[in-house]
C-alpha cells in the first residue's frame, strides 16, 4: 500500500549537453512534484514547491461485501460508517475491522449524516429514499416524489431539516426531522449532485448536465454563483469564513448515472462497478466571501470524485483515478496527500478519528493513523538508463538527516532478479549497487522526521553500444523518381521530371545509446572494388543525409557506402562503427541519340540508342504545340539500349506540311528530340 503526503513526482533525466545525445556522463535529477511523486510513497508527502517529507501513515480496512464505496462519515467515538454499491450497505469500520452496520437493499448509499442522539440518515438510489439507520436496522425515513437518485444531504443551520440534491429533475427537497419532504428550489438541469449549508443559511447546490453552481436563499430563490467550462460540479464544501469549495469536472460530455441491474457508465457521484469510467479533467475551486472565484488545483489526467474542509479551512480532493488525495493551500503550493493503491477516492470524511479516505477498486477505508513516524520511505519511480549502465556518485539535497540507498536490474518491473537494497547512505556517495538498466532510490526519514528531501542526483554512464546503419537510399535532388532504378519514366502521360546530376543520398540509422555519430560515404563502380571517398578531405558529416553531384562522373552503375561511427562520443578504445552497401546506384547524365530518323508518307521510323539505357519513353509532337503523344517500340516493349521506333502516325498528323518532334527519354530522365518536316 502506497501512502504518501504531498505531491506527485517523476523522475526527470536531465541529460548535458541539453540535447538527446548521450555524450558521456547522464544524470537522473529529481527536483519537481512530477519527478518525486512517480514511485511508492508510505508515509511521506511531496508538494509542488520542492520537497518531500513526512506525511500520514495509512490503515486499511477493506469491505469485502462491496464494490465501491460512495460515502463516509466519522462518528464521535472516532469510528467511521462507509455508504457502499452494489446493495446499499452501510459498514462500521473501528480501527482496520469493518462490519455490517445496515443494509438498505438499494443500489448505493450516496451520503449519510448524523442527527441527534446519534441518529444517521442515508440518501439512497435509485428510488428516491432516505433511510434512517441503526445498527442492524435500515427504516424508510422519507421517499422524494418523482426523484430517483438522491445525490447528496446537508443539514440547515438549525439542524431542524436537511436538504437533498436529487435527479433526475434537478430539484432540491427540504425535508424536516418528521420526514415531511417539499420541493426548495427546481433547477433546469437533469441532476442536482451536491449540496452544502453556508454561514447564513443559504444554500449552494452544483449540477450535472451544464456545470452550474446555485446559490440558494430561500424557497424557489436562486441565482447562479458559477458556470463552470465543465459538465458536473461534483462537491460543494464550505469553510469557515463563508468561503465555499467546489469541484468542477470536464469529462466532453455529461455523466450518466448509474442504474439498477449494473449497467452504467461513467457517474457523476463515485464510482461504478463496469465498466470502468473514462477519466475526466479535474479542477478544485475557491469562492471567497464575496462570491469572488479562484481556481486554485487542476489535473488534466483525472476528475475528482470527493472533497472535505478540516477545522483549518483546508481542502482535501479525492481524485476518480489513480486513488489520490490532494490539497492546495492559499500560496497554490498543491501536495498529494495520498496515493493509495486503489482507483478512486469515493468520499473523504473529517472527524475525531482523523481523516478517512473510502476508496473503490478494491473498496477499502483507509484511516490516517500518524503524521509521519520512523516508517515513513520515499521510493522513486523505476528510473530507465536506456542501457545497461554504471551508476556514479549519488547525491542529495535535504534540510535534515535522511538515509538513502539504491537497488538495481535489467527488468522494468523491480523482481527477484534485482538487486537487494544497498546499505543505508548518511552522505553521499558512490553506488554500490551492480551496473544494470534500471535502478530506484529509495529514502527513509528514520532519524529526523521533520527533515525535507528536495532533491536528488545519480550520474550514470551507459554501455557503448554499436550504431547500426539500416538502409541507404539515393533520389535526385529535384524529387520525383527514385535514381539508379531502371523503368522509373513512365511510357507515357505527363510531363516526367527534368533529369537531376545531384542525387539526395539518405540513410537510416539505429543508435540505441544516442550517441553523436559521424558519418562518412564511400562509392565504386559495379566494375571496380575499389572504394574513394564522397565528401572531401577534412569534411565532418553528422547528418544522415548528403548531396552528392555525379556530374563529373562517368555514366555506370554504382554503389555507396555509408560507415556510420560514435567517434564524437567516446575515448579512442570504445568507438564502435557499422557500414552498409546501397543497392545499385545508376548515374547517367548522358542523353539518348536518335538515329535513322525518316518519315515515309505517315510513318515514321527512328532508332534510340543510349549508352545504359534502357530507352523508357518516345513521344511525339506536331507544330510546337505542347502536346506530346506517345509512341510505341516496334516489339512493344521498352527494356534495351536500343529500341526501333516504327509507327503509323497519320492519327496524329494531320494531312500537309508539319513539323514533327521526337522526344526519346533513357530511364535516367535523359532527354533528346530531334525534328523532321512532313511533306
Request: glycine share 10%; aromatic share 6%.
Amino acid at each position: 500500500m502506497r501512502s504518501w503526503l504531498a505531491g506527485s513526482v517523476v523522475v526527470a533525466l536531465a541529460l548535458a549537453p541539453s540535447t538527446s545525445r548521450a555524450v558521456g556522463t547522464r544524470t537522473f535529477d529529481l527536483d519537481t512534484l512530477d519527478e518525486l511523486s512517480g514511485g511508492d510513497l508510505k508515509g511521506v508527502a511531496v508538494s509542488s514547491d520542492g520537497g518531500v517529507r513526512a506525511g500520514w501513515t495509512l490503515g486499511s480496512a477493506p469491505l469485502t461485501d462491496a464494490t465501491a464505496s460512495f460515502s463516509t462519515l466519522p462518528l464521535p467515538d472516532g469510528s467511521a460508517l462507509v455508504g457502499t454499491s452494489p446493495g446499499g450497505k452501510v459498514f462500521k469500520v473501528q480501527g482496520d475491522r469493518a462490519t455490517l452496520f445496515a443494509d438498505t437493499k438499494e443500489l448505493a448509499v450516496t451520503s449519510m449524516l448524523e442527527g441527534a442522539n446519534g441518529v444517521v440518515y442515508a440518501a439512497t438510489m435509485p428510488d428516491g429514499k432516505i433511510y434512517k439507520l441503526s445498527s442492524g436496522r435500515a427504516d424508510v425515513f422519507a421517499t422524494l416524489p418523482d426523484t430517483s437518485h438522491v445525490w447528496a444531504l446537508a443539514f440547515d443551520k438549525t439542524r431542524t431539516a436537511m436538504y437533498a440534491a436529487t435527479g433526475p429533475d434537478g430539484k432540491v427537497f427540504r425535508v424536516d426531522l418528521t420526514g415531511v419532504a417539499s420541493v426548495y428550489f427546481r433547477s433546469d438541469e437533469p441532476h442536482l449532485v451536491s449540496v452544502a449549508v453556508g454561514d447564513g443559511g443559504e444554500v449552494y447546490a452544483g449540477s450535472s448536465g451544464k456545470g452550474v453552481l446555485y446559490k440558494i436563499t430561500g424557497p424557489g430563490r436562486a441565482s447562479v454563483l458559477y458556470d463552470f467550462p465543465g459538465e458536473e460540479v461534483k462537491a460543494i464544501a464550505v469553510a469557515r469564513g463563508g468561503v465555499v469549495y467546489a469541484l468542477a469536472n470536464d469529462y466532453g460530455e455529461p455523466p450518466e448515472p448509474p442504474k439498477r441491474g449494473g449497467g452504467s457508465g461513467r457517474t457523476p457521484a463515485a464510482a461504478s462497478s463496469t465498466p470502468h469510467p473514462k477519466p475526466g479533467k479535474g479542477t478544485l475551486y475557491r469562492f471567497d466571501a464575496a462570491g469572488r472565484p479562484e481556481k486554485m488545483m487542476h489535473h488534466d489526467e483525472f476528475h475528482y470524485v470527493s472533497l472535505a474542509v478540516d477545522a483549518d479551512g483546508r481542502p482535501y480532493v479525492g481524485t476518480g483515478a489513480e486513488g489520490r488525495v490532494y490539497t492546495v493551500d492559499d500560496a497554490h503550493v498543491v501536495t498529494l496527500m495520498a496515493d493509495t493503491d486503489e482507483r478512486q477516492i469515493g468520499a473523504i470524511g473529517i472527524g475525531k478519528g482523523g481523516p478517512f479516505l473510502a476508496a473503490t477498486d478494491p473498496p477499502t477505508l483507509h484511516r490516517v493513523l500518524a503524521q509521519g513516524g520512523s516508517e515513513a520511505v520515499w521510493t522513486s519511480k523505476v528510473l530507465d538508463a536506456g542501457l545497461r549502465a554504471r551508476f556514479g556518485h549519488l547525491s542529495w539535497r535535504a534540510s535534515g538527516a535522511v538515509e538513502l540507498s539504491t537497488r538495481t536490474g535489467n527488468t522494468a518491473a523491480p523482481d527477484a532478479t534485482w538487486t537487494a537494497w544497498s546499505g543505508a547512505m548518511t552522505q553521499p556517495a558512490t553506488v554500490a549497487s551492480a551496473p544494470g538498466r534500471f535502478v530506484q532510490v529509495r529514502a527513509r526519514w528514520s532519524r529526523d522526521p521533520r527533515a525535507a528531501l528536495t532533491e536528488v542526483m545519480l550520474p550514470f554512464v551507459t554501455d557503448n553500444v554499436r550504431p547500426v546503419v539500416l538502409a541507404v537510399d539515393a533520389q535526385p535532388k529535384s524529387g520525383g523518381r527514385e535514381a539508379a532504378k531502371e523503368g522509373v519514366i513512365p511510357a507515357s502521360g505527363g510531363e516526367p521530371p527534368k533529369h537531376d546530376n545531384v542525387l539526395k543520398v539518405t540513410w537510416r540509422v539505429e543508435n540505441p545509446d544516442n550517441d553523436a555519430l559521424r558519418y562518412r560515404i564511400g562509392f565504386r563502380r559495379e566494375d571496380q572494388k575499389t572504394w574513394r571517398d564522397v565528401l572531401r578531405d577534412g569534411e565532418v558529416l553528422t547528418k544522415s543525409e548528403y548531396e552528392w553531384d555525379t556530374t563529373a562522373l562517368p555514366e555506370g552503375r554504382y554503389r555507396l557506402r555509408v560507415e556510420a561511427s560514435d567517434e564524437q562520443a567516446n575515448p579512442p578504445d570504445q568507438v564502435q562503427r557499422h557500414t552498409l552497401e546501397s543497392q545499385m546506384v545508376l548515374v547517367d547524365n548522358t542523353p539518348p541519340q536518335i538515329a535513322e530518323l525518316a518519315l515515309t508518307g505517315r510513318r515514321l521510323r527512328a532508332r534510340a540508342v543510349d549508352g545504359l539505357g534502357p530507352i523508357a519513353r518516345a513521344e511525339l509532337a506536331v507544330d510546337g504545340r505542347p502536346e506530346w503523344r506517345p509512341l510505341k517500340p516496334a516489339d512493344g516493349v521498352f527494356d534495351t539500349a536500343a529500341e526501333a521506333i516504327d509507327a503509323d502516325v497519320s492519327a496524329l498528323v494531320p494531312a500537309g506540311s508539319h513539323i514533327i518532334a521526337l522526344r526519346v527519354y533513357d530511364s535516367a530522365g535523359n532527354a533528346v528530340t530531334r525534328e523532321i518536316e512532313s511533306p
